[in-house]
């Protein structure tokens, strides 16, 4: 079970980053000629990259079930 946790969590860390920028992009796709469109950068930066790490949580816990399950249907 900790191995699934840290297999799960080690995948989220890794795809955070890629989220994040994906996140960047749309968010400065849709707010058009704004001078400054993050008055405080450092708070979307946080709130960002937790936000980011909860979508990649969706997408990584079932990724290590899905590998999990065909490593062992390999091996047998």
Excluded: H
């Amino acid at each position: 079970m900790l191995s699934f946790i840290c297999s799960g969590s080690g995948l989220a860390l890794i795809l955070s980053p890629l989220v994040l920028v994906r996140m960047y992009y749309w968010f400065i796709s849709d707010i058009g000629a704004e001078p400054n469109p993050f008055p405080n950068p450092w708070r979307a930066l946080f709130f960002g990259g937790a936000i980011a790490f909860v979508f990649s949580c969706l997408i990584a816990f079932p990724a290590v079930i899905l590998i999990q399950w065909l490593v062992r249907k390999w091996r047998s």
